[in-house]
């Protein structure tokens, strides 16, 4: 007998979780699939960003950034700590941790907001005039009914052809955070978000690490200036990163993988390493959702087709996250998700695609919102721009981390703020306020007349801001 439900969500990331708990507290009766396992074979909410993504990264990312701090910037403190080792062992079981208390929250959240979960495998059996039917299959085989369901399914790492991930020699960015060692050599196919925080943890624990990225470029989709500032510093830290190559075959073997490419210069080279990770993108999750058992469409690249307000063709059924187009991130999965849970409850959700934060948490750490200055170029769009180093940010100089900038691009006529962009010390976080700013129409005026507290990192921003009209005032 099938239980009957006002909204089932299939997925619990980012967008799904996110999506069943906004639902809920419009006063939906909720049921949330997922099928994430933890070590022990119970549910593991919270999707490829908690379990194998974004949280356990930063973890990592964490742990070998003190290691790194230990070995490297101590001293010039005044802190000696003799010979500093790392204990992978325990840092994994850290990360684990992590993920777990990340995990137990959303249970806990579900709990609060009485949405019934179910563990298993969520796929369309058909429609009816109750409503959309979900088959869960699981430890516990259940049928559930509803007049709205939410597939908020993700993503999965995308596979070299002819190279398929064994997770032990060739890595996603599952395997890579699972690694039991720090390997001698590390290579890594793709030089975005996940390759350089990867390579950036590794080669902080001793690793040597050789980044290859197909495109001329080094992060093509970044604002230039801010790439090449970053850039400068991971050649500084020993990050190799060769760009414009072609790889050709890959073998594994049992002592590792030789990867051979060409590269910019045409020459054909071999790279012997103990570990590969492969970062070239992801594919969205729609296999084993049996999508034509209710007549969902699905574009070239297997991703559930929505419009603006994430509706699919089939009415009752919507889709947010990775599952769709946009950028993939959980953040505009969430925003997602809690748009389409107010739509369903006749409010109009909001999702402004052009100030969604985007962030790399390398260090320096990496951030923008908007549009990059070579983008304005094409669209022809006349604008000012205005940068201010972190060099000649007091915080910074007391942090011992002054590399990078903070840029504006404002709108030549209207001073409108057309894009932010930040390479240095905790940009993730400074990118809110100009997502704020963004958000609201502000101008670059705006940001510069707004009191800063002093001494902050945040006052880069402002100055930033005031080198828009030419006028900073510490540089």
Not at 18 to 41: M, Y
Not at 197 to 208: F, T, Y
Not at 381 to 394: D, R
Request: hydrophobic share 45%; proline share 3%.
């Amino acid at each position: 007998m099938s239980k009957q439900f006002d909204v089932i969500v299939i997925g619990g990331g980012p967008g799904g979780y996110i999506a069943a708990i906004r639902a809920a507290q419009l006063g939906f009766q909720v049921a949330c699939v997922d099928e994430w396992k933890n070590a022990t074979g119970g549910p593991a909410l919270g999707g490829t960003c908690t379990n194998v993504g974004c949280i356990p990264s930063k973890a990592l990312l964490q742990s070998s950034e003190h290691f790194d701090h230990a070995n490297h910037h101590f001293a010039e403190h005044g802190i000696s700590v003799g010979n500093v080792e790392m204990d992978v062992g325990q840092m994994l079981a850290r990360k684990d941790t992590v993920v777990k208390q990340n995990n137990d929250g959303i249970q806990y959240l579900f709990k609060k907001n009485k949405i019934a979960f179910f563990h298993g495998r969520g796929a369309f059996v058909g429609s009816s005039d109750t409503g959309h039917t979900v088959q869960v299959s699981g430890a516990a085989e259940e049928t559930l009914t509803a007049k709205h369901v939410i597939v908020a399914t993700g993503s999965s790492a995308r596979a070299l052809p002819g190279t398929p991930f064994d997770e032990v020699n060739v890595l996603s960015n599952d395997g890579a955070l699972r690694l039991g060692a720090v390997p001698k050599r590390l290579a890594l196919i793709g030089s975005g978000v996940i390759g350089l925080e990867m390579g950036s943890v590794w080669r902080r624990l001793g690793a040597d690490v050789t980044i290859l990225e197909g495109l001329p470029t080094f992060l093509g989709a970044v604002d230039q200036q801010i790439a090449k500032e970053a850039k400068k510093a991971f050649d500084k830290q020993g990050l190799t990163i060769e760009l414009g190559v072609q790889v050709g075959d890959i073998k594994v073997g049992k002592k590792g993988v030789a990867v051979a490419y060409t590269n910019a210069k045409g020459e054909a080279v071999v790279l012997d390493a103990d570990k590969l990770i492969v970062s070239i993108g992801r594919v969205s999750n729609t296999t084993g959702l049996n999508t034509a058992a209710v007549g969902l469409a699905l574009d070239e690249r297997g991703a559930i087709v929505v419009d603006g307000d994430c509706k699919t063709n089939v009415s009752g059924i919507w889709a947010v996250g990775d599952v769709v187009r946009g950028p993939m991130l959980a953040h505009k999965a969430e925003e997602e998700g809690v748009a389409v849970a107010e739509r369903i409850a006749g409010q109009h959700g909001h999702v402004n695609f052009n100030t969604i934060p985007w962030v790399i948490y390398t260090s320096p750490e990496i951030a923008w919102v908007g549009r990059t200055e070579q983008q304005l170029k094409a669209d022809g769009v006349a604008y000012k721009a205005g940068t201010f180093p972190f060099l000649a940010n007091g915080r910074a100089r007391a942090l011992g981390d002054t590399t990078g900038m903070v840029k504006f691009l404002a709108d030549a006529a209207t001073d409108e703020i057309l894009g932010v962009h930040m390479v240095g010390p905790m940009a993730s976080e400074l990118i809110a306020e100009a997502v704020v700013a963004m958000e609201f129409k502000a101008s670059a005026e705006d940001i510069a007349r707004i009191c800063h507290a002093h001494p902050s990192l945040s006052e880069a921003t402002k100055e930033a801001a005031l080198a828009v009209d030419k006028r900073t005032l510490n540089f």
